[in-house]
């Protein structure tokens, strides 16, 4: 039987790549993103790991996958396409659904903890990691 390991997400680790999306190309008005995956499981359909982004505004449509994300630094007020409307910070815990539809606009530089689950080409369609 295979051993498995236990996977530990420490919240000082900022030694992270642009985050580069195949197939969709960042606007040149976006803020830059960074990020990197510590984990990828069932078959690809499950990543978690680490995103950090400066202040502007990212546009989501459809979001493909279910996030779960944990905040630690920064604000993002959160508007969704029909009007309601969030203000997370640092600490706060918030879950993103799939087909969510709406604007983030980052107030500060974000750093979060995040748990996406979705088929494999969803989840690396946000994280711009495969599992092949």
Known sequence: MAQVA???????QFDMPLVVRPGRPKAASAPNE??????LGGQGGFASGYWECDPGELKLTNYPVD????????????????????????GDAFVIPRGFSGIWKIKSRARKL???????????????????
Not at 124 to 130: K, Y
Request: glycine share 12%; proline share 2%.
């Open 6 to 12: 236990i996977i530990r997400l420490r919240t000082d």
């Open 34 to 39: 960074r990020g990197f995956s510590a984990y």
């Open 67 to 90: 996030e779960f994300c944990n905040l630690f630094e920064g604000e993002i007020e959160i508007i969704a396409a029909h009007g309601e409307s969030i203000t997370v910070r640092g």
């Open 114 to 132: 995040f748990a996406c689950a979705g088929g494999p080409q969803q989840v690396a369609a946000i994280t711009g990691n495969s599992s092949d």
